[in-house]
């Protein structure tokens, strides 16, 4: 009897239930269904803390490649308290490892972000048999070129910039379209170069508002009477780069603004007297179905986690390195983060075609 675990945990994002479908329908075309049990676990790690999973029938994984969100349901448990013990003296890391043993796995399948890979790392290390999926819209993990999520948030954040477009347009206003993206500027570059945004401001380009103004100005002079911003949420004003961490974050907090685009904007207004407006789709770039490209890799993703469980080769993440799926160890990659080089070839191209930075 081969048993097995699977999670889905921190931040949904779409292709979720492709993968989970990949991993179970691969499963079970190798082994005769009285031989496997597939037992979902309930929300994240908080499940697997809790005990709160279910065995899962088969046809469960049928119908679900085009859903969004999580057939398992997900939460975020941060691995910087995943060590601690908590008010009702709970040890999160030995309670995981009870329901573990209790459920006789012989193997867990996580499908998470940045901290979620770091946790799966610890439970490996703990003697937990773990393979691992990456997801996020982020596309921040290193290992991989590119997460599941991440084309269909793509895909959302373009969408929402070509709509704003023809607003910004008839009323000759300057847009700034704010793109999730705390740390890494990916989605942020990639919906602004397709969507033909004027300037993209990412949190590994610290921005000066002298030079966006110039930027902006330039295309006034040109004759364009708008302009649009593409800029992440962890977009940061060079004067807060330079401090260190702890000051940055009071900075941060003390601007006044709910986030860095309508200070952004506020700053703008009174430099450039025009007028300026924001947008910020939020949690629409996380929902609703994946894009084909992402049903494709959270299949391919699924099937090799399923091939790593039937070699019993654990404690990997499955990855897409120059185009092929592979698997790297979660070792290697936990708690590493995949940000935009500065000096990459797509921030080049951007700037071939006068995209500006802030810089
Ligand atoms: O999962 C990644 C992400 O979508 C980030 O891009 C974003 O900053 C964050 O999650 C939002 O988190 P929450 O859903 O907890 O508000």
Known sequence: MKRVGILTSGGDCQGLNAAIRGVC?????SYDEYELEIYGIIDGYK???????RLMRVDEFSGILTQGGTILGTSRQPFKQIRDIDEDGINKIEEMKRTYKKLKLDCLVVLGGNGSQKTANLLSEEGLNIVSLPKTIDNDLWGTDITFGFQS????ATNVIDCIHTTAMSHSRIFIVELMGHKAGWLTLHAGIASGADIILIPEIPYKLDDVVRDLEKRNKQG???????V????IPKEYAKLPKKERKEAMENMNHPTISYKLADDLQKSMGQEVRVAVPGHFQRGGSPCPYDRVLATRFGT??????????YGRMVSMKDGEIKSVSLKGIAGKLKLVPTDSSIIECARDIGIGFGD
């Open 304 to 313: 090799e986690a399923a091939r790593l469980i039937r070699k019993e080769n």
């Open 25 to 29: 329908r691969a499963l079970y075309e």
């Open 153 to 156: 948030a793509v895909d959302i």
């Open 232 to 235: 992440a949420e962890g977009a």
């Open 224 to 230: 364009k009477n708008y302009s649009i911003l593409a």
């Open 47 to 53: 499940g697997l803390i809790n005990g709160e999973c």
